[in-house]
């Protein structure tokens, strides 16, 4: 039997199924020991420091603990919780982003996914370059700057110099003032080699879902293909990150497991990159199962209600607080906008889950991976994001001056990152407002502007902020490194 130890390499012993049954055993033993609880919650809190913030997070058990709790003053703190941290880290900053779908074409068998294999009937779509370049210019004519790219797995129609040709195009396509400036990765499972030539090709982070971390319901849902390899799938951030990728984003896919179950391994696998690399994961994602093609999402029964899903936002948020928190448009305004306040801090906007969708006058299904219950465009999003409070940032300045991996880390953790990132999200929303925004969110940007640079720390780095700020107002200055 294979033995609990979070520094081992093996899919197996990091991500230990014992491990997993006592932690939820455990804490279910504890979920009304109030006193164990209100130390857990102590130990979550932010504490100010001469620099700025700190955070203790929380391991997979004490994180365990809160997820099982039932207690509802207790619920209510673990949520004010997440806040804090939301605002001490990240501040009212939410990061933009876009998905884009490169090919459909897969080898693999996921039950859930409707570009399985046996899918005879789904349109097989894959950009050529001059589509990817047209659907680049109309993200870019949307206001994107920061972009995940989709695709399935196929070694002959999505091969990795495929991949890594749609990120040089992507890269270079510069229409008016647009510019893609990250391009994060979300494929298969791959090798070391192959993650040094993403690495070369400036990719920002590398997305890959576990999808479940219970071994035997993975080999159930994924039961033929190159996917169906348990070990080599849950060990492939750590060979992301040995070809030198810096950032991974880790993510599992609600509904397909026990939620307890789910959390526990989720948190176990950034314990394991800590303990590894010294750096835990950049983000994680949260998806839950949408209806497709020829999935029914209610024939997966482990569908977490909303409440649920607010809750495990919540405790990841305690446990992992320098974590970036992403939630797409999967879940409707409703569920984001709760849970902006609980952790979150990456949203998508306007995306077209199908391939070539963005150059495609009507939201396409032909080719689509699953329903997107969030429909409205980016403009809307980024206005109804401002009048919820949230500043919308389109800053890549992190990844472009290489505060990647444990450089980001180090500074979140001082909190110094905030001093760079709120100016910068400042500044790249006057970009988007000036060149891509209606008369209607403009009115409510430039307002959210002019308040938020009264918040910008220091007089000096406030004045500079100021002065691009109007620069970029009048004159399309575009020489910044965001
Ligand atoms: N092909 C890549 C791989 O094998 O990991 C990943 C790309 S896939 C386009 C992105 C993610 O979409 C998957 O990892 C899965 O979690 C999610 N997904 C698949 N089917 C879904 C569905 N029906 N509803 C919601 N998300 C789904």
Redo the contacts with the bound molecule.
């Keep these: 039997m294979a033995v609990y130890n979070p520094k081992s390499l093996k899919a197996e012993e990091f991500i230990n199924h014992e491990e997993i049954l006592d932690t939820i055993a455990y804490a279910e033993a504890n979920k009304n020991n109030v006193e164990l609880i209100d130390a857990i919650l102590k130990k979550a809190r932010p504490k100010k420091t001469e620099t700025g913030c700190v955070c203790g997070g929380l391991t997979h058990r004490e994180a365990s603990v809160l997820l099982a709790c039932d207690i509802p003053e207790k619920i209510e703190e673990i949520y004010k919780i997440a806040e804090e941290i939301k605002l001490a880290f990240y501040g009212n900053r939410i990061v933009i982003f876009a998905p884009l779908?490169l090919s459909?074409y897969?080898v693999?068998g996921?039950v859930?996914?409707?570009?399985h294999l046996k899918n005879k009937h789904i349109t097989r779509k894959k950009l050529t370059q001059e589509e990817v370049r047209n659907e680049v210019i109309a993200l870019q004519d949307m206001g994107h700057k920061r972009l995940a790219i989709?695709?399935?797995?196929d070694p002959v129609h999505n091969p990795i110099e495929y991949i890594l040709e749609c990120i040089n195009t992507i890269y270079s396509v510069n229409h008016k003032n647009g510019a893609i400036r990250r391009v994060n990765v979300?494929?298969?499972?791959t090798t070391v080699e192959n993650y040094k030539k993403l690495k070369d090709a400036g990719i920002g982070t590398y997305i890959?879902?576990q999808?479940t971390y219970h071994k035997e319901s993975y080999l159930e849902l994924h039961p033929t293909g190159p996917?169906h390899d348990y070990a080599y799938?849950t060990e492939a951030m750590d060979r992301a990150m040995e070809g030198g990728i810096d950032d991974v984003g880790l993510?599992v896919?609600f509904g397909l497991e026990l939620y307890k179950y789910e959390f526990a391994g989720l948190l176990m696998h950034a314990e394991h990159l800590e303990a590894v690399h010294g750096v835990g994961p950049h983000t994680i994602s949260v998806?839950?199962?949408?209806?497709?093609d020829d999935?029914d999402?209610d024939a997966f029964d482990n569908s977490i209600s909303d409440d649920i899903f607010a809750k495990i936002t919540a405790c990841i948020r305690l446990a992992v607080p320098y974590t970036g928190m992403i939630i797409s448009t999967?879940e409707s305004e409703e569920v984001r906008g709760k849970l902006l306040r609980l952790g979150i801090s990456q949203v998508s906007g306007g995306s077209r889950t199908s391939v070539g969708g963005y150059t495609e006058e009507e939201r396409p299904h032909d080719t689509e991976?699953?329903d997107v219950s969030d429909q409205r465009t980016l403009d809307e999003v980024v206005r109804w994001l401002m009048e919820n409070g949230h500043i919308p940032s389109f800053c890549t300045a992190c990844y472009r001056e290489g505060r990647t991996g444990d450089r980001f880390m180090s500074l979140c953790k001082s909190g110094q990152i905030l001093n760079c990132c709120h100016p910068n999200a400042l500044m790249t929303l006057t970009e988007y407002l000036v060149d891509y925004a209606s008369e209607e969110t403009k009115k409510v940007g430039y307002e959210m502007v002019v308040k938020e640079l009264t918040r910008v720390p220091g007089e000096k780095v406030r004045k500079i902020a100021e002065q691009n700020i109007i620069d970029i107002r009048n004159s399309n200055r575009r020489d910044f490194r965001f």
């Design positions: 779908y459909n897969c693999n996921c859930y996914c409707p570009y989709e695709a399935g797995e979300n494929i298969a499972a890959l879902f999808e996917k799938h993510g896919l998806p839950r199962i949408k209806h497709a999935i999402a999967r991976q699953f």
